[in-house]
Nanobody, 116 residues
């Protein structure tokens, strides 16, 4: 079992920045995948950024150049640095992890609202 706890969401003006954190209850070296997803009101949950094999990363086209996923292995924490935020980035952001290639885990989500 893996617990994921997100933090760092909030209200920010367009053009602003936020950093989300996802603290895992297990050593993240043991997790074969970690990612950030988001869900806007009335829309399906979508992938924002993820670590692929090793330390490679993948981003949704809509956030490339603005968002950065990173990790601190010593703290078992994954981050999402979000810059130049836009109103369309508004939504609930979820941390995701996969263990042993078959067990999927989700955090409770953190709300990000981009509005003036």
């Amino acid at each position: 079992q893996v617990q994921l706890v997100e933090s760092g969401g909030g209200l920010v003006q367009p053009g602003g920045s936020l950093r989300l954190s996802c603290a895992a209850s297990k050593n993240i070296f043991t997790l074969n995948a970690m990612a950030w997803y988001r869900q806007a009101p009335g829309k399906q949950r979508e992938l924002v950024a993820r670590f692929t094999s090793g330390s490679s990363t993948h981003y949704a086209d809509s956030v490339k150049g603005r968002f950065t996923i990173s990790r601190d292995n010593a703290k078992n924490t994954v981050y999402l640095q979000m810059n130049t935020l836009k109103p369309e980035d508004t939504g609930v952001y979820y941390c995701y992890a996969q263990h042993l290639f078959r067990h999927d885990y989700w955090g409770q989500g953190t709300q990000v609202t981009v509005s003036s």
